[in-house]
């Protein structure tokens, strides 16, 4: 599996790295800019990520609007449903409103931070990201 993490705060993706790095080869970027520059990269040289971690507060491009760029940049290529990346917030921001936002922009689930191992991993099943 091929996984993009994008967080800015370096103890957080520390963390991730960490975790989700028995799950799959993992690449990192610091801000929302850079992540979509990198999914960008990965479709073009036909390596697409799986899942995509975005954190919500970050610099340049926060979580949704590099949401927003991934999932518009898959309707422009015309990427079937099925083939696009898992998008999963990662955030401190838990009001509803916040997470309805996100689910409105196409992320297929929310982690709350800090993140719970156990149901990250859970959620990374129901995905049929592992086994």
């Given amino acids: 599996m091929r996984i993009l993490i994008a967080e800015d705060d370096f103890a957080s993706r520390k963390f991730m790295l960490k975790f989700l790095s028995k799950f799959g080869e993992c690449d990192i970027t610091v801000d929302g800019m850079e992540a979509v520059d990198a999914y960008l990269m990965a479709l073009d040289a036909d390596t697409p990520y ?16 590099a949401l927003k760029a991934i999932r ?19 955030t401190a921001l838990n009001e509803g409103a916040n997470v309805n936002k996100a ?29």
């Fill in 50 to 65: 799986d899942l995509v971690c975005l954190d919500i507060m970050m610099p340049a491009l926060d979580g949704y609007q």
């Fill in 72 to 90: 518009d940049i898959e309707q422009e290529r015309k990427i079937p449903e099925d083939q696009r990346a898992k998008i999963i917030m990662t």
């Fill in 103 to 131: 689910f409105d922009l196409g992320c297929v689930a929310y982690a709350g931070k800090p993140i719970d191992q156990v149901k990250f991993e859970s959620v990374l099943r129901k995905l049929e990201l592992i086994d």
